[in-house]
């Protein structure tokens, strides 16, 4: 059992600033990577941003120069820094864990409920 929470959605001006954040629980033996995707009504969902456990982070191209994203072990989360926001960042967003959580190599993907982030013009 696995579970992922996010906060810090809101309503935010064009041009302003948000920083979401999302806390794995359960049963984790170890999480190999951890991201986030969004979802503008009316379209499919989207990548935006992971980060693995080594560190290492990659951005889709629509997001990359303003958002940041960073993680800490210890917590067992990931964050989400936006900057410059624009309307069309307009969108739910999940959060997203790859996890192992038995003795085997395997692992499973999870999913948040998601965060809704509101940019006005």
């Known amino acids: 059992q696995v579970q992922l929470v996010e906060s810090g959605g809101g309503l935010v001006q064009s041009g302003g600033s948000l920083s979401l954040d999302c806390a794995a629980s359960?049963?984790?033996?170890?999480?190999?990577?951890m991201g986030w995707y969004r979802q503008a009504p009316g379209k499919q969902r989207e990548w935006v941003a992971t980060?693995?456990?080594?560190?290492?982070?990659k951005y889709a191209e629509s997001v990359k120069g303003r958002f940041t994203i960073s993680r800490d072990i210890t917590k067992n989360t990931v964050y989400l820094q936006m900057d410059s926001l624009k309307p069309e960042d307009t969108a739910v967003y999940y959060c997203t864990a790859d996890i192992q959580t038995g003795a085997s190599l395997v692992s499973y993907n999870y999913w948040g409920v998601g965060t809704q982030v509101t940019v006005s013009s």
């Open positions: 359960g049963s984790i033996r170890v999480i190999y990577s």
């Open positions: 980060i693995t456990s080594g560190g290492i982070t």
